[in-house]
C-alpha cells in the first residue's frame, strides 16, 4: 500500500489553471474509471474538485504516472501544470488531508464547507466502486480528525466567509446594498450561502437564475425573491446592480458582448460581479470595462484573509491533533504491512493442526486409548510447529545466529537466563 496525493489549491495555482484541471461532475465518475481501470495507474482512486482546489487521493505504485494523468486527462502536457502541482506520499498525503478537512488549509481559515464536499467526493468515489480498505481508512480517520479538532479548539470562531467577504466588497462600491438589486446565476450550495448573506441586508431585488426553474424558485422563494430561467440571463442582465455567479458549466455563460450590451442599456451605471465558480462563469475580458467590478474567489481571499490573525492560537493546537493524528495513521498502514505475513503463519498453523486432528480421529476410531491419543496430538503438533524456527537457528551462519536467536525470543516471549 502506497499512498499518494496530488493537485493543486489557491496557494499553489491561480484560477486560471485550477480551472483547467477542474472535474465537473459529470465527468467525476468517468475519470475515477479512467484513473483506476485498464490504465493500472491506481489500485484506489478519490477526486476533490472545488473552487479553491482539486487533488486526487489514491492507493498507487506510480506517483509521478498519476500526477501526469491529472494533467492529459485534462488534455495538457505534464510541464503546464507541474509548476503548480503538489506530489504528497504517505505521511504528507494523510496530514494533508486530515489539514483540508478540518478547514486549515482552506482560504478561511476554519469554514466548514470543505468537509461536506470531501464527504461527497468520497460518496462519489464509493459509488464508482474505486475506494478500498487503504482510502476508506483514511477518510474514516480524516474525518474523525475533523470533528476532534472542531469541538476541541476555536477553529471557527470569527470566521469570515467568502459570502461575507462579497457582501463586504459590494459595501465598497455601493453606499447601501438596500438600494441595489442582486442577481444570482446558480442554485448550488455557493449561491444559498451568498444569498443569505445578501438577502439579509434586505436588496431592493433579489433573483435567482438556474438551467432548472425549479431549482430557481425553490431557492428565490427561501428569500422572498423572484426566478427565471438560465436561458433569460441575458435579457436581465441589464436590471441588476449586483451579479454572483456559481454554476458548473465548463465554459464561461456571461460573455463580453452580453455585459456590454447590458452596460449600454444601463446608460453605464455600474456592475459589480462576483465570480465564484471555478472554471469561471465570467470571461475574463469583461473585468476590463470601465464600467464593471469584477471579482473571483482568488479576490475574495484578499478580504477573508484580514479576519483570521485572532485565530493562529486555534491553529497551533488543530496542527497538534492533526500530528498526532498522522502519527497512528502511519502506524496502522506500516502494520497492514505484516498482514500477509501473519495471514501465511496462521495458515501453515491451521494446516498442521488439521493434519494432526485428522490423525487423532483416526487413531480414536481404531479404538486407540483416549490420552495417548491426546498425548501423541499435543506432542506432534509442538514438534512440527517448533521445527522450522528451530531448524533455522541450527543452520544460521555465524553472523546472524545471536540475531535470529534474540528474534525467536521476542517471537515466542521467551526468557533466557
Known amino acids: 500500500m502506497q499512498l499518494f496525493a496530488c493537485g493543486v489549491n489557491h496557494h499553489t495555482a491561480p484560477v486560471a489553471i485550477r480551472e483547467r484541471v477542474a472535474f465537473p461532475p459529470d465527468i467525476l465518475p468517468r475519470a475515477l474509471a479512467d484513473v483506476t481501470g485498464e490504465s493500472g495507474l491506481a489500485r484506489e482512486a478519490a477526486i476533490l474538485s472545488t473552487c479553491?482546489?482539486?487533488?486526487?487521493?489514491?492507493?498507487?505504485?506510480v506517483p509521478a504516472a498519476v500526477a501526469e494523468w491529472l494533467a492529459s486527462f485534462h488534455g495538457l502536457?505534464?510541464?503546464e501544470v507541474k509548476p503548480y502541482l503538489y506530489q504528497?506520499?504517505?505521511?504528507?498525503?494523510?496530514?494533508?488531508a486530515f489539514r483540508v478537512a478540518s478547514g486549515l488549509d482552506?482560504?478561511?481559515?476554519?469554514?466548514?464547507q470543505i468537509l461536506g464536499q470531501m464527504k461527497q467526493a468520497v460518496e462519489k468515489a464509493t459509488d464508482a466502486g474505486t475506494l478500498g480498505l487503504l482510502l476508506n481508512k483514511l477518510f474514516q480517520r480524516t474525518f474523525s480528525v475533523a470533528k476532534e479538532v472542531r469541538t476541541s479548539t476555536e477553529i471557527g470562531a470569527s470566521t469570515v466567509s467568502?459570502?461575507?467577504?462579497?457582501?463586504?466588497?459590494a459595501e465598497r462600491i455601493f453606499p447601501s446594498i438596500r438600494e441595489q438589486s442582486v442577481l444570482f446565476v446558480g442554485a448550488g450550495e455557493m449561491i444559498d450561502l451568498v444569498a443569505t448573506h445578501f438577502a439579509a441586508k434586505s436588496p431592493r431585488r433579489l433573483m435567482?437564475?438556474?438551467r432548472t426553474i425549479e431549482r430557481a424558485r425553490d431557492l428565490a422563494n427561501k428569500f422572498g425573491g423572484e426566478a427565471a430561467a438560465l436561458t433569460n440571463l441575458a435579457e436581465l442582465l441589464n436590471e441588476f446592480d449586483i451579479l454572483v455567479t456559481s454554476t458548473a458549466s465548463p465554459l464561461p455563460i456571461v460573455g463580453l458582448g452580453m455585459v456590454e450590451r447590458a452596460i449600454k442599456v444601463r446608460k453605464h451605471r455600474p456592475i459589480f460581479m462576483v465570480d465564484l465558480a471555478v472554471p469561471r462563469d465570467i470571461e475574463t475580458e469583461v473585468g476590463k470595462l470601465n464600467d464593471v467590478f469584477?471579482?473571483?474567489?482568488?479576490?475574495?481571499?484578499?478580504v477573508v484573509r484580514s479576519g483570521q490573525d485572532n485565530r493562529q492560537s486555534a491553529v497551533v493546537q488543530a496542527e497538534a491533533i492533526i500530528a498526532s493524528s498522522v502519527n497512528e495513521f502511519m502506524h496502522w498502514m506500516v502494520a497492514r504491512r505484516t498482514v500477509p505475513v501473519i495471514r501465511s503463519l496462521r495458515d501453515h498453523g491451521e494446516r498442521l493442526r488439521r493434519h494432526e486432528l485428522d490423525k487423532a480421529h483416526k487413531a480414536l476410531l481404531h479404538g486407540d486409548d483416549p490420552q495417548a491419543v491426546l498425548e501423541?496430538?499435543?506432542?506432534?503438533?509442538?514438534?512440527?510447529?517448533?521445527?522450522?524456527?528451530?531448524?533455522?537457528?541450527?543452520?544460521?551462519?555465524?553472523?546472524?545466529r545471536d540475531q535470529l536467536a534474540q528474534l525467536v525470543s521476542r517471537l515466542y516471549n521467551l526468557h533466557n537466563e
Open 52 to 61: 479553491n482546489r482539486t487533488e486526487i487521493y489514491c492507493n498507487t505504485k
Open 106 to 112: 482552506s482560504m478561511v481559515i476554519g469554514e466548514t
Open 88 to 96: 504528497l506520499p504517505n505521511d504528507q498525503a494523510a496530514n494533508h
Open 376 to 400: 501423541a496430538l499435543s506432542r506432534a503438533l509442538m514438534n512440527k510447529l517448533l521445527h522450522d524456527p528451530s531448524h533455522a537457528l541450527n543452520q544460521a551462519a555465524d553472523s546472524e
Open 294 to 302: 469584477l471579482y473571483t474567489v482568488d479576490d475574495l481571499g484578499e
Open 162 to 169: 467568502m459570502s461575507a467577504a462579497a457582501v463586504s466588497l
Open 77 to 79: 502536457a505534464p510541464r
Open 208 to 210: 435567482v437564475v438556474n
